[in-house]
Structures are given as structure tokens and as C-alpha cells.
């Protein structure tokens, strides 16, 4: 279904979900961390459809994510790999499987593990925190207008007029 | 489009994606994330079509993120509220945030900044890390077979049987 506000959204999640949101394209990714390049690997260690596999992976050619090269001569494969951007994806693919182990498989039957090949040790969990790294929770932090922000952001995040805070720019965590 | 391979890929991230990778739910939550707890709050802050916000927020509640209470006496909104679940989304939300930030909008325009409210300084690039706090870049890890693990994954992931790493368990980014 196409919601066409949601693209609109001066929201860089949205964003960043029109990109890698789509059903498959973080797999496709996921293949991609492992090595995987060609179009019958991902293929095969998917069992995604075809054309399905065909828009996503063109998709991820024209967002900048993957790049495809094909080596000279008639009939040789497309090779598929990560740019940068591609690359910097692994720090949300982690978090959303950090949660996905914790909160839905349970931490006790994770399919895989992550580990530091220099001690072979779980990597740690990802935490938001402060420039000299201290942990935050969601209440030390609060939403300031960055330097792209709309006329709804300053409404909404911005300095009152009697140079108050925003009533709306802390994360209001409640108890559930 | 439905793929049912997908819901049953052996992968945290396919799990989580199943519960909070559907149009939408992510920015629900956003709005969950700063306060917002009534329906014709998320619907005006987003501008959702209200049959995708009722199924959304539905399914956000069966799948234990959320909360609903409703006030005693007929007439009376519900609310919705953040479970540890849901809270716990926010480091993935704030990493898909900054990836978009940095690719997407470019970091001079990012709509909104997250900051550290004891210091108004922006909060840190989450970024993978060790047990002990060493940052890891992708070809310092390696995945290795969890405990709930089925034969496809100790195939790919698990030792050989001459005792050697499995060839696809490294994170093997290539240049692109």
C-alpha cells in the first residue's frame, strides 16, 4: 500500500526506511556483511523470488548502497558489492537484531552470535551514549531542530518564546 | 506483497523486522518515543490513514510494544503506552535516525539533533563495540552458531569438521 505523506516526512528513520525498509532489502544486506555478490547466491540463501530480488537489488544500486560491476565478456555474472554507505549500515542491522534475540527469540535461543574475533567474546550490546560515552537513558536526553529543520520542527522542538523548552522535546518515557 | 519464506528465515533481524519493520510502526513509536499516547494524537501528528493506524497500533499491542489502557467511563480514549519492549527500540531507532542523517539528508541538513541534556552536546555515532568497550569495525567480529542455532546455520557458521573457521562466518566486507 502507498502512503505518500510517509516519503514527505522531514524525518531522517523515514527516510533511511524508504531506502532499506522494504521487505527483503536487509537480508539482501545481511548476504552482502557475508560476502555474498552475486545475484544466485543471494538467490539461493534467500529463496526470495526473483523479480522481487531483481527491484531490490536495483534499488540498492541507485540509493548508493550496493554497487554492480560486471566483468568483461559475454554472459558473466553481475557482482554486487557494499559502498561506504552500504557498509555503515551494520551498526542498525546489529541493533535491530540485538533486540530481535532479546525480545523475540529470547537471548537463550539466538540463532547466531556475533563475536570479537580477537577474544571470541559476544560483542556488547548497542547503547545510545553521551560524546565521552556515558550510558543514556532516554529521559537525559531531549530533540533539538537540527540544521534541516522545518517550520514544524521549530514549532515543535524549538525554544519557546519566553526562551523555555519545548514541552515535547524530551523523551517522555512512561511506565508502561 | 506477502514472501512467507520471510517470517521464518532463522534471523533476529527477519523476526524484528516482522514485528516493527511495516510502514509506519516505526514512526508510531517516534511519536510513542515523545509522549504520544492517544490515537487522534499519532493520527495528527502523522498524518496515517486511520484503518493502517488501528491495525498498526493492534498489532503493536499483540506483540507486547505497547500497552492500551482505557480510562473508566464510556466515551473515554485509550492510551497507549511504551512497554520495556518498546523502549527498548531505541537504540535500532537512533541508529536507522543517524544512518539517514548521514547518507541520506546529509549530516548539515539533519532534521532534529538528539542531545545529551546535561551538556546540550549531540549524542554520540552508536557504533559496535566489544564487551570491553573497544569500537570493532566489521572484519574484527565473526559470527559464530547461538544457542538456537538450527542444522542450517551450524552448517554455515560451525567449525569444520577439521576444526578450521567456517569460510562465510567473517564479516567480509569488500571495496566497493
Chains 1, 2 share one sequence.
Not at 530480488?53 to 554492480?68: E, M, P, Q, S
Not at 550490546?125 to 517550520?151: N, Q
Amino acid at each position: 500500500m502507498q502512503t505518500p505523506p510517509f516519503e514527505d516526512q522531514p524525518c531522517s528513520v523515514a527516510q533511511a526506511l524508504g531506502e532499506i525498509g522494504e521487505r527483503w532489502t536487509l537480508l539482501i544486506l545481511r548476504e552482502a556483511f557475508f560476502g555474498m555478490q552475486r545475484f544466485t547466491d543471494f538467490q539461493a540463501r534467500l529463496g526470495v523470488a526473483r523479480n522481487i530480488l531483481t527491484a531490490r537489488l536495483n534499488k540498492l544500486v541507485a540509493t548508493g548502497i550496493l554497487t554492480r560491476n560486471v566483468a568483461p565478456g559475454r554472459g558473466n555474472p553481475r557482482f554486487y558489492r557494499l559502498t561506504e554507505k552500504g557498509r555503515d549500515v551494520l551498526p542498525a542491522f546489529i541493533a535491530l537484531m540485538q533486540w530481535g534475540d532479546r525480545w523475540i527469540a529470547g537471548e537463550a535461543k539466538a540463532p547466531v552470535r556475533v563475536v570479537d574475533t580477537a577474544t571470541g567474546e559476544e560483542i556488547a550490546r548497542l547503547r545510545v551514549c553521551a560524546r565521552d560515552g556515558r550510558p543514556l537513558v532516554a529521559r537525559e536526553m531531549r530533540v533539538v531542530p537540527g540544521p534541516g529543520a522545518d517550520v514544524s520542527i521549530h514549532r515543535r522542538f524549538g525554544a519557546t518564546a519566553s526562551g523555555g523548552e519545548a514541552p515535547e522535546a524530551a523523551f517522555a518515557f512512561r511506565r508502561g
